[in-house]
């Protein structure tokens, strides 16, 4: 059995763990898709298997993962408790939900670039957004490359 993740960062926004991506682990695939709508006939298994570390992990030593602590994200669908897979290597970009390290502190957040401004947006009108001003220590964390929840 590999050992646990590392729990590299913890906080009141955002726990970070380092990602065991050397491991293997093939599960069953449906490769027809799942309706979701209307029920559809039963296909006969198709066997395929699927790694998710493949699958979901693109860049292994840049990879982590964190899992995500408040609700300022609910609204594009990432909740208290989703665990978020993290790619340091993916350039930030306008619109893409990103790890931000701004003053100090985690914060999980949309990015936006408004012309020469930078803004920290949350999806939760519960929360502003936030301008990041040149006094403002930010460096943006790693990008939002996956949300896994429970159901």
Known sequence: MP???LKLHTSPTLDI???LTDSELELPYLSAGISAGFPSPALDFIDLTIDLNKHLVKHPSA??????????MRDAGIHDGDL????KSIEPVDGKVAVCYID???TLKKIKILKRELWLMPANVSYSPIKVEEFNDLKIWGVV??????V
């Open 3 to 5: 050992p646990p993740p």
């Open 17 to 19: 763990y380092s990602a």
């Open 63 to 72: 990879t982590f993962y964190g899992r995500v602590k408040g609700d300022s």
């Open 84 to 87: 978020l897979v993290i790619d």
């Open 104 to 106: 100090g502190e985690f």
């Open 145 to 150: 490359t996956h949300v896994i929840k429970s």
